[in-house]
């Protein structure tokens, strides 16, 4: 039976590999859309083509990384950059791309996807929850769900709504942000898809802001 190495595209931005499945399992799951859920790792999933273990220097060149670094953290232990409206992105309007300090290699630990979502808090919620739908469908994983106040904003005005699927300890993170009036100032709303490996997401509990 043919066997296929490919790339099922999710419509919101997010792709999985899968790898070696069979032509014929695989029309019948499209065609009649079975319950049958698939094993992956973190590393099957990638934004605007990006997974965690890449190097950044396969996407984009030494100038652009070194240009576009961003003073995000407070604490050094890992370097981001930010792309606004890169040539190459063609699903988000911002990719943000982290990698430890020093690496050599800028491999990728931290990987952002963000939409802008400007004053359509609601419309941000309704995508997300077809992100987070098509993550369940393709792992079978459970996401953990919870809004709260955005600890950015002083006045406790602005809000988030996350889901998290968690992957053998990495993490995928479909976020909506909700910005006040004041923050909207210097911010815009947005949804954000953010794939962390578990040392990255180690490294945010430390408070690094």
Do not use: A
Request: aromatic share 14%; proline share 2%; charged share 25%.
């Amino acid at each position: 039976m043919l066997l296929l190495t490919t790339i099922m595209k999710m419509g919101n931005g997010i792709n999985l590999k899968i790898s070696n499945i069979s032509l014929f399992f695989f029309l019948i799951l499209f065609l009649f859309k079975t319950s049958v859920s698939y094993s992956s790792t973190i590393k099957d999933f990638t934004i605007e083509g990006i997974s965690l273990g890449d190097s950044v220097l396969n996407f984009f060149s030494r100038e652009e990384i070194l240009n576009n670094k961003m003073n995000y953290y407070k604490k050094d232990d890992y370097i981001t950059i930010g792309l606004d409206n890169h040539p190459s992105l063609k699903q988000y309007d911002w990719l943000q791309i982290s990698y430890k300090k020093n690496d050599k290699n800028f491999i990728v630990e931290s990987l952002d996807g963000v939409l802008s979502f400007d004053n359509d808090y609601n419309g941000c919620l309704k995508k997300k929850s077809e992100i987070v739908l098509e993550i369940k469908d393709m792992t079978g994983i459970e996401p953990k769900e919870y809004e709260d106040k955005h600890r950015g904003d002083p006045s406790g005005k602005s809000k988030f709504s996350n889901s998290e699927f968690y992957i053998d300890n990495d993490v995928i993170v479909i976020s909506c942000i909700d910005w006040s009036k004041k923050m909207e100032e210097r911010y815009f709303d947005h949804l954000k898809v953010i794939i962390n490996s578990s040392e990255f997401s180690n490294f945010l509990r430390s408070n690094p802001y």
